[in-house]
Nanobody, 122 residues
Framework: QVRLVESGGGLVQTGGSLRLSCAAS????????MGWFRQAPGKEREFVAA????????YYTDFVKGRFTITRDNDKNTVYLQMNRLKPEDTANYYC???????????????WGQGTQVTVSS
């Protein structure tokens, strides 16, 4: 089992930055693919970014490439999402996810956090 707790959300102006953190509990963190999804009001949940076990490989959806960076610290059982040059359309609830199936990229993530709200004002 992996429990995920996100933090770092908040209100920021267009062009600003935020760093989200996700603390994971459980002994299998280093064997998990970690990622982030988001869901805006009235829209479907969408994939944002993923990082492999060592942190040596990452994958991003097109609309965040060059602006967002996902990293992980296996010693701290934490994954991060650095978000720069934020836009109003980035406003959403951001969810940390994890999967221990061994697949890169997992089609389904087994573990989900409760989410942290990011609001970007225009």
């Amino acid at each position: 089992q992996v429990r995920l707790v996100e933090s770092g959300g908040g209100l920021v102006q267009t062009g600003g930055s935020l760093r989200l953190s996700c603390a994971a509990s459980g002994r299998t963190f280093s064997s998990c693919i970690m990622g982030w999804f988001r869901q805006a009001p009235g829209k479907e949940r969408e994939f944002v970014a993923a990082i492999n076990w060592s942190g040596g490989a990452t994958y991003y959806t097109d609309f965040v490439k060059g602006r967002f960076t996902i990293t992980r610290d296996n010693d701290k059982n934490t994954v991060y999402l650095q978000m720069n040059r934020l836009k109003p359309e980035d406003t959403a609830n951001y969810y940390c996810v994890a999967d221990d199936s061994g697949r890169w990229i997992p089609p389904i993530y087994r573990y989900w956090g409760q989410g942290t709200q990011v609001t970007v004002s225009s």
